[in-house]
């Protein structure tokens, strides 16, 4: 994230932020609060020196859960703040699929894989494709996109997103 994004997500100055970030100035509890939510993370965690950029582990049981379409769980693997890249695991109940409409979000480049199960991805005006476990595609979050289970048994996919899509 960018100063100015983050700025303008902690409603705040860039040059307020960048003054914050070097320490030439101190930042009001209030402030604070916004600057953690915009980074997803807890204001205790701005104040965490522990070195954390080695490793992160996540436990299935913690993974967050994002709203999905009925039928469908969409679980955030990579932590917020988002880096680099991010990652998702989802869960398809046969039928069940990530919408009734194609979607985008951003410009960014991303890998769809199964790993259990059979889905079918439809994407922009191409011939929708049928993967089975250990498939994959790759294409541009701006190209509308949508996957469906409509086969028997409930399907796994990873979906791997660099760089992280904006909010």
Same mark, same amino acid.
């Given at each position: ?52 950029? $080695?490793?992160?582990?996540? &436990? #299935?049981? @913690? ?6 379409? !009925?039928? +469908? ?50 994407? $922009?005006?191409?011939?929708? &494709? #049928?993967? @089975? ?6 294409? !541009?979050? +701006? ?25």
């Amino acid at each position: 994230m960018t100063v100015r994004g983050l700025a303008a997500q902690a409603n705040a100055s860039a040059s307020f932020i960048s003054q914050l970030e070097r320490g030439q100035t101190s930042a009001s509890v209030g402030m604070l609060r916004r600057i953690a939510g915009a980074l997803g993370i807890t204001v205790a965690d701005l104040f965490n020196e522990e070195q954390t950029a $080695g490793h992160r582990l996540v &436990r #299935r049981a @913690e993974r967050p859960e994002l709203h999905a379409g !009925r039928g +469908s769980r969409k679980y955030l693997i990579s932590q917020r703040p988002l880096q680099n890249l991010e990652v998702y695991s989802g869960e398809f109940e046969p039928g069940a699929s990530t919408g009734d409409e194609q979607y985008t979000h951003g410009d960014s480049q991303e890998i769809l894989l199964v790993l259990r199960g059979m889905v079918t991805v439809h994407l $922009g005006e191409a011939i929708p &494709r #049928r993967l @089975e476990p250990g498939d994959s595609v790759e294409y !541009r979050t +701006s190209i509308p996109h949508r996957v469906v289970n409509d086969g028997d048994v409930e399907a796994e996919v990873l979906w791997i997103i660099s760089p992280p899509t904006p909010d």
